[in-house]
């Protein structure tokens, strides 16, 4: 999760999720993950994006994948 505050970006949180299908082939393991982030972490009124980037057994990293930015009111 990111905020930015005067065109300055801050990394607020890191989760390392991994696929409950893992252990599997990479073609079998083509499920979509979710990682939940509770209310209370979502700073209000501020503007908030998500990154993801993809890391495989071997520790190298895909290409981030980033959602619009987007504010929580609550």
Same mark, same amino acid.
């Not at 893992?22 to 501020?46: G, I, S």
């Not at 890391?55 to 009111?73: T, Y």
């Given at each position: 999760?990111?905020? !930015? &505050?005067? /065109?300055?970006?801050?990394?607020?949180?890191? *989760? @390392?999720?991994?696929?409950?299908?893992?252990?599997?082939?990479?073609?079998?393991?083509?499920?979509? !993950? &979710?990682? /939940?982030?509770?209310?209370?972490?979502?700073? *209000? @009124?501020?503007?908030?994006?998500?990154?993801?980037?993809?890391?495989?057994?071997?520790?190298?990293?895909?290409?981030?994948?980033?959602?619009?930015?987007?504010?929580?009111?609550?």
């Amino acid at each position: 999760m990111r905020i !930015v &505050t005067v /065109a300055i970006s801050q990394v607020l949180q890191e *989760k @390392r999720v991994f696929s409950p299908n893992a252990y599997m082939a990479e073609e079998e393991d083509v499920e979509p !993950v &979710t990682c /939940a982030f509770a209310r209370a972490d979502m700073p *209000k @009124r501020r503007d908030v994006r998500f990154v993801v980037r993809p890391i495989d057994c071997w520790g190298n990293k895909g290409a981030a994948i980033a959602s619009p930015w987007r504010r929580f009111s609550t």
